[in-house]
């Protein structure tokens, strides 16, 4: 199954296997917790519990307070599986709905807890686990975008016309997937001093994502990747014989498939290749600091600025309306795709995943042609408005909470922030949980019960509120 395909199935019978509480009842003066009980919980950290505690103690929002206690854990509740292999930690992170590991989704998902993993060193375990899984994932293969635990299993998508491999749930190739795992090392390291996870074989790995991101330069032809799906929706396969559009080859990196799982159309992307050139610059810290190769590290050094000075010449464009801003796509041959999707990474987090700042001249107007009607994908009802995507185009104007907590969480803004806030609290539909899309005149008709990367991003963003003062 996929992620496509699970937004079929009814929520209601997702929430009565995966939470016990209740079965969407529309939340009740008490807002009764709707965490499976302590018992049936996968991982539990005691930081995570005392912050929570904390959060409702001293937020007086009391229907915030219980969106957070639903949400922050949610990934920890129902998603994480881990386990010591060897003696060395091992975590093997689900998307919720679907029994698979996104490089990207599960890196996401456990983000919000790295500042307690200083002094939390069972959930500093778990996170190194989920680094060494990713490794393991990188070595196995760099250009899929999600995995299996179980290293043997066959994909349903094994037909898919590229180079499947058992262990390998789906190959889509997405940059920003060893972008996020080169994130999440980087700011675990950072937080916790631990390099034990920067072994040998994560070397290895880092080595091959750097191999992986120069073919897909496609300098010298078309690279080693190419992916065709068929009886699919347009979106869920490449064209040109997998390879994709045309492209004019200029330092910057294809990527075939959006955040979203969806298909490039130009495959110059310009937020996935501002989030490399931040990953690359990251590594080569990573890699200065473990005493490594001097060769990878002047390889990631050169790639990125390569990657930046390419981006910049050839991703910016001057918008009658809006002044210059960062297109979502190009291809170096002159065109440019225009739009903004809810998914990370899109042009509203380019400063939140790591490159520049929110005060960007050319973020600033990129952020105000995202929130604009401009944007095919920027949605608007009654009482909120928000960006969606093309991954849901089927059910027509479904905007994301992603999409809004992404504004909330780059504004510096109060008044917008509280809006953002309101909104998600407006359209969570009485479950205390975030939704891939709904439809904005009719919350109650959404997608996705069980989705822990919203729940986890939501939580972060509220936890990042909280620390400026703003509930």
């Avoid at 789906?170 to 980087?186: G, H, T």
């Avoid at 960006?387 to 994301?400: D, P, V």
């Amino acid at each position: 199954m996929n992620r496509r395909d699970f937004t079929r199935i009814s929520a209601i019978t997702a929430s009565a296997l995966i939470f016990p509480s209740a079965i969407l009842k529309a939340a009740a003066p008490s807002f009764i917790s709707q965490r499976p009980i302590p018992s049936k919980r996968n991982f539990v950290s005691d930081s995570v519990e005392a912050l929570i505690t904390e959060f409702k103690k001293n937020v007086k929002d009391e229907e915030l307070g219980w969106m957070f206690e639903n949400c922050f854990p949610n990934t920890l509740d129902t998603t994480v599986f881990y386990e010591l292999k060897d003696g060395k930690p091992d975590t093997y992170v689900i998307t919720g709905d679907i029994d698979a590991m996104w490089l990207r989704d599960s890196s996401a998902q456990v983000n919000p807890y790295l500042p307690l993993c200083k002094d939390d060193k069972h959930l500093s375990s778990m996170v190194e686990g989920v680094i060494r899984r990713q490794t393991k994932c990188i070595l196995l293969d760099p250009y899929a975008n999600a995995f299996y635990k179980d290293s043997n299993k066959m994909s349903p998508w094994k037909s898919d016309k590229t180079e499947m491999k058992p262990g390998v749930h789906e190959r889509k190739w997405e940059l920003d997937s060893l972008c996020y795992c080169i994130r999440l090392a980087y700011q675990y390291w950072k937080i916790t001093g631990n390099t034990a996870q920067m072994d040998e074989e994560w070397h290895k790995a880092m080595a091959l994502v750097v191999d992986t991101m120069k073919d897909q330069q496609r300098k010298n032809g078309k690279g080693k990747y190419h992916f065709q799906r068929t009886a699919v929706t347009q979106s869920d396969t490449q064209t040109g014989e997998g390879y994709g559009n045309p492209v004019q080859a200029n330092g910057m990196i294809c990527s075939a498939f959006r955040n979203s799982d969806d298909a490039t159309t130009y495959l110059y992307n310009i937020p996935e290749n501002l989030f490399a050139v931040t990953a690359l610059r990251q590594l080569v810290e990573m890699i200065k600091a473990t005493n490594h190769s001097d060769q990878l590290i002047a390889l990631c050094g050169d790639l990125a600025n390569e990657v930046e000075k390419a981006t910049l010449q050839n991703g910016i464009i001057d918008n009658a309306q809006f002044g210059k801003i960062y297109a979502y796509e190009c291809d170096g041959l002159g065109h440019y795709k225009l739009m903004e999707d809810a998914g990370i990474p899109g042009l509203i987090t380019i400063p939140y995943l790591g490159y520049r700042t929110v005060e960007d001249e050319i973020y600033k107007n990129s952020r105000k042609f995202a929130l604009s009607s401009t944007n095919p994908y920027f949605y608007q009802a009654k009482n909120v408005e928000g960006t969606g995507s093309q991954h849901l185009a089927s059910k027509g104007e479904m905007i994301w909470p992603m999409g809004i907590i992404s504004r909330a969480i780059t504004s510096t803004n109060n008044e917008e922030i509280k809006h953002c806030i309101n909104m998600l609290k407006a359209t969570h539909a009485g479950t205390g949980f975030m939704h891939e899309g709904f439809k904005g005149n009719n919350p109650k008709n959404f997608t996705r019960h069980w989705f822990a990367w919203a729940n986890s991003f939501f939580g972060e963003m509220v936890l990042e509120i909280y620390t400026r003062g703003l509930l």
